[in-house]
């Protein structure tokens, strides 16, 4: 079993920056990263980053976001810069661990003037 905590949600402007974490109880093998749900919309990928440090992010945040992991603090975070009032969603962390998907909780991200 593996628990996943996620910090650093919150509410800030259109053109702010907020950085969530997500601590896992055990290390990670695999790959980590974030996902994202807006009300009414389906879960999105936002971005993903492996052991070996390899990311992938989805074409609308490109350029704004950076993933980055500590493997030695079991930690995932996600840099978002520019944010945009898009990109308001509850943002879930997620860990591939042994061939299961593990998930948080997920930390409210409001972008609003």
């Known amino acids: 079993q593996v628990q996943l905590v996620e910090s650093g949600g919150g509410l800030v402007q259109p053109g702010g920056s907020l950085r969530l974490s997500c601590a896992a109880s055990?290390?990670?093998?695999?790959?980590m990263g974030w996902y994202r749900q807006a009300p009414g919309q389906q879960r999105e990928l936002v971005a993903t980053?492996?052991?070996?440090?390899?990311?992938n992010y989805a074409d609308s945040v490109k350029g704004r976001f950076t993933v980055s992991r500590d493997n030695a603090k079991n930690t995932v975070y996600l840099r978002m810069n520019s944010l945009k009032p898009d990109d308001t969603a509850v943002y879930c962390c997620t860990a591939h661990h042994f061939l299961v998907d593990y998930w948080g909780q997920g930390t409210q991200v409001t972008v609003s003037s």
């Open positions: 055990r290390t990670i093998f695999g790959a």
């Open positions: 980053i492996t052991s070996g440090g390899g990311t």
